[in-house]
């Protein structure tokens, strides 16, 4: 999963990933300047632009949002 932050906009705009249960899932995010990401429900934070990954272990309604309110995705995983 790729997203952008620009201006304090999310680029695509926030939108659904549905993940399947188990899969490793990677989470990349560019931005023109640096900020926090946090995977919610995963507790992974990392500073964009960078990328992180994780196995979706859980099932559920994930929010990966840059903070401080920049919701970029929620991942569905199932």
Request: glycine content about 6%; proline content about 8%.
């Amino acid at each position: 999963m790729t997203a952008a932050v620009l201006d304090g906009r999310a680029d695509p705009a926030p939108h659904r990933v549905s993940i399947p249960l188990g899969a490793t899932v990677q989470v990349q995010v560019t931005a023109d300047r640096v900020l926090p990401v946090h995977i919610h429900g995963y507790d992974r934070e990392y500073d964009a632009p960078g990328c992180a990954a994780f196995t979706a272990d859980r099932a559920g309604l994930f929010d990966v949002e840059a903070h401080p309110d920049t919701l970029l995705v929620q991942l569905e995983v199932r």
